[in-house]
């Protein structure tokens, strides 16, 4: 339980987030939304089992490279999000250094 009060660093997340996809494991994440062409967003989204997925290529999705995409495990469907809003990693507040 005390790992989960820690804080981990967003990248080393994200690489954790793939060795357990990689795995068959899935993992728990909570993000910021954001909508670049409104400018707007700050809703809060928690996924309870996410598993990564291959990247789009930036020439299909604007920016790909800042962003994770991953599928929701309970609902099946394929989703995306901007890496620097996510906020938690599987209990563990994320920091960005």
């Known amino acids: 339980m005390e790992e989960k009060a820690g804080k981990i660093d967003l990248y080393e997340a994200i690489e954790q987030m793939k060795r357990i996809s990689l795995a068959g494991g ?3 994440i909570k993000f910021r939304k954001w909508n670049s062409q409104t400018r ?3 809703d809060m ?3 309870r089992a996410a598993r990564v997925r291959p990247k789009a290529s930036d020439e299909k999705i604007k ?3 800042y962003k994770l995409f991953f599928t929701d495990t309970e609902t099946g469907l394929a989703r ?3 890496q620097p809003l996510i906020m938690e990693f599987n209990g563990r507040r994320t920091v960005l250094n």
């Open 80 to 82: 995306n999000c901007w």
């Open 63 to 65: 920016h790909s490279n």
């Open 26 to 28: 899935t993992f728990s």
């Open 45 to 47: 989204v928690t996924v």
């Open 40 to 42: 707007s967003g700050g």
